[in-house]
C-alpha cells in the first residue's frame, strides 16, 4: 500500500511561492505533480523519474516551477515561484511504476490579491 501525503498550499498573493511537499514518493516511483482548477479537467505540471534523470514540464510551468526529490525522506517537492491567479487549483501528486498509479489527496493553492 503506496500513502501519499501532499502539503505546502495555501493563499498566496501574485508573485509569490509556495513550496510543495509529497510525502510517500519512494525512490522507485516516477512522480507528477497535476493539478485540476474548478471546472477543468487535471492536466500535468511537473514531473520527475527514478533517480532525478529526467524532467518534465508543462509550458506553463517552465521557468516558474521546478520538481525536485529527496530519496531519503521519500519526499517530491514543487517549488512555485512568481505564481498567477491563474495557477489556482488543487495539486495532486502522482506516483507511478509500471501498471500501478498512485494519487494523494491534494493539497489547495489559491493565488489571489
Known amino acids: 500500500q503506496v500513502q501519499l501525503v501532499e502539503s505546502g498550499g495555501g493563499l498566496v498573493q501574485p508573485g509569490g511561492s509556495l513550496l510543495l511537499s509529497c510525502e510517500g514518493a519512494?525512490?522507485?516511483?516516477?512522480v507528477g505533480w497535476h493539478r485540476q482548477a474548478p471546472g477543468k479537467q487535471r492536466e500535468l505540471v511537473a514531473a520527475?523519474?527514478?533517480?532525478?534523470?529526467?524532467?518534465n514540464y508543462a509550458n506553463f510551468a517552465k521557468g516558474r516551477f521546478t520538481i525536485s526529490r529527496d530519496n531519503a525522506k521519500n519526499t517530491v517537492y514543487l517549488q512555485m515561484n512568481n505564481l498567477k491567479p491563474e495557477d489556482t487549483g488543487t495539486y495532486y501528486c502522482?506516483?507511478?511504476?509500471?501498471?500501478?498509479?498512485?494519487w494523494g489527496q491534494g493539497t489547495q493553492v489559491t493565488v489571489a490579491s
Open positions: 519512494r525512490g522507485i516511483f516516477n
Open positions: 520527475i523519474t527514478i533517480g532525478s534523470t529526467n524532467f
Open positions: 502522482n506516483a507511478v511504476r509500471g501498471p500501478a498509479s498512485y
